[in-house]
């Protein structure tokens, strides 16, 4: 079992920037991959970033791509998601996840999910 609880939402302006994280607990977490899902109001939840079990593979999506940096630190049993440049289309409570491995992660398969936190910007 994999507890996540994230921290570091907020309001923000347009070409701000603001780091997430997310604290893992549970003696498997550094053993799933990890990533960052958002959900806009009235939208589905999308896949964000991912990274592996050992953190040497990231993936992106698309329109975060450049802006977005994921990373984590499997000592303290962490993640986190550096944003930058944000835009109002980034507006979305954000969840920390974890998964068995990255291509699932990427496709929507989930096994663990946070509570979420909302990042709202404003432009």
């Known amino acids: 079992q994999v507890q996540l609880v994230e921290s570091g939402g907020g309001l923000v302006q347009a070409g701000d920037s603001l780091r997430l994280s997310c604290a893992g607990s549970g003696r498997t977490f550094n053993t799933h991959a990890m990533g960052w899902f958002r959900q806009a109001p009235g939208k589905e939840r999308d896949f964000v970033a991912g990274?592996?079990?050992?953190?040497?593979?990231?993936s992106y999506a698309d329109s975060v791509k450049g802006r977005f940096t994921i990373s984590r630190d499997n000592v303290k049993n962490t993640g986190s998601l550096q944003m930058t440049d944000l835009r109002g289309d980034d507006t979305a409570e954000y969840f920390c996840v974890a998964g068995y491995n990255l291509f699932d992660l990427e496709r929507g398969r989930v096994a663990y999910w946070g509570q979420g936190t909302q990042v709202t910007v404003s432009s």
């Open positions: 990274i592996t079990a050992s953190g040497n593979d990231v």
